[in-house]
């Protein structure tokens, strides 16, 4: 069994911070691609931000410059550090892992920039 655990949403005034972190746990012996997703109300949900075990990273094209991803794979977490936040960042963003037997999500964590 594999849990995703999520923190670090909430209400923000654009061009603020937040950090959202994710915290794996359960039957993990590597995480091949960590990441984290978004869904707007009436959209489809979207890559923000996604890291491999190697490091090498992906970014939306909205949010280069202003987000940054990490990941600790000791503590098999990842983090996503999202800066100059726009009213369009609001969204529920999701964690996603990636591994051998199969990929898993979080529950989701609300992320809310008024303007």
């Given at each position: 069994q594999?849990?995703?655990?999520e923190?670090g ?10 950090r959202?972190?994710?915290?794996a ?18 959209k ?6 996604s890291i491999?075990?190697r ?16 990941r ?34 979080g529950?989701?964590t609300?992320?809310?920039v008024?303007?």
């Amino acid at each position: 069994q594999v849990q995703l655990v999520e923190s670090g949403g909430g209400l923000v005034q654009a061009g603020g911070s937040l950090r959202l972190s994710c915290a794996a746990s359960g039957s993990i012996s590597s995480i091949d691609i960590m990441g984290w997703y978004r869904q707007a109300p009436g959209k489809q949900r979207e890559l923000v931000a996604s890291i491999t075990s190697r490091g090498s990273k992906t970014y939306a094209d909205s949010v280069k410059g202003r987000f940054t991803i990490s990941r600790d794979n000791a503590k098999t977490t990842v983090d996503l550090q999202m800066n100059s936040l726009k009213p369009e960042d609001t969204a529920v963003y999701y964690c996603r892992i990636l591994l051998a037997i199969g990929n898993y999500w979080g529950q989701g964590t609300q992320v809310t920039v008024s303007s």
